[in-house]
């Protein structure tokens, strides 16, 4: 099958389009023939790496236990294992792939977050969600406790995690409010945001208004910097915690939202399998608006 794998830590152009071996199903597994894949933060830094901490999970001088990048996917099951029950051949479905998904095949294990694709999504648009809608979800729902009324602050709000939380605020009943730059203002109101803030144009920490929820949704600020917008028992949570662990049961209650028009994924670029250099060099500028998805050639 063809797979990008790389050998060494670096630029984009360590990624390679190889023939590997494609993988067999084992027993508590789905073999899923990948439609689509994406490109994000978490995948190029752990192809540069970044942070150093990166080196100690795959590999301290070259990578070990990643070779082949793209945690999430969307695609068609191919192979089913003999204990896996709520799946079949033929079942359209995304959702996690611990790495790997960068490839004409991936087995997933299901219990570790794979759901049926919802019918109104493409594959690209299906696979753009697992990381960043369940993201949002956690920090949101699972850490802040948001509650109807709530006022929000996302900071980020034109990137993956943060389009995904300005939907999900606004679902869950709050008051939200976006921070992003000029170009993003547009889009940001567009998916819901009740006020948008142009930090090209000033500090959103001077503010008057104080927020209930203030989520950075990037890790570029912090909570003693945000404390002056801090309204009484304000909860401040950011993803420099950590990405969420992905399960699908998270992934069945995003079907329901996706299904009633009040989630949709943003689709920032798509590009080819061989483009996934390019692909690479655009998302780690670190200004795309909402997510870069990777078709799989389909053979």
Known sequence: MKAVVYHRYGPPEVLQVKE???P???ADQVLVKVHATTVTAGDWRMR???PFLVRMINGLFKPRRFKILGNELAGTIEAVGEDVQNFKIGDEVYGFSGFGAYAEFRCVKPHKGLAMKPKSLSFEEAAAIPVGANT????LRDKGKIKNGQKVLVYGASG???TYAIQLAKYFGAKVTGVCSTSNLKLVTSIG???VIDYTKGDFTRTQEKFDIVFDAVGKTSKAACKKIFAPNAKYVTVNRGLARGKATNLIFLNGLIDSGQLTPIIDKNYSLEQIVSAHHYVELGHKKGNVTITIPQN
């Open 24 to 26: 067999t199903v084992k």
């Open 136 to 139: 949002a979800l956690y920090y």
């Open 160 to 162: 993956s995690v943060g």
């Open 20 to 22: 590997t071996a494609k």
């Open 193 to 195: 945001a009740d006020k």
């Open 48 to 50: 540069k790496p970044d």
